[in-house]
């Protein structure tokens, strides 16, 4: 499904941009146009993937202990 930016009404086009580059950024098309531009072995495929799930862990262990 395309991603789709309507213009609001006096709405400048740097401010649509924005939302459009918001709107790629958590659909997660940019990573998936730079995943695709090289080969990446499947070694480097999973180190990446275990270092992603650790960041995630180490985020969810830091908000948990703060309290947000």
Request: glycine residues 4%; proline residues 4%.
């Amino acid at each position: 499904m395309p991603i789709r930016v309507d213009l609001r009404d006096r709405e400048p086009v740097d401010k649509a941009l924005r939302r459009l580059k918001r709107l790629c950024s958590t659909e997660g098309i940019h990573s998936g146009f730079r995943a695709q531009k090289y080969y990446e072995k499947p070694s480097e495929r999973r180190r990446r993937k275990e270092k992603e799930r650790l960041k995630t862990i180490r985020l969810a262990n830091r908000l948990r202990t703060t309290g947000i």
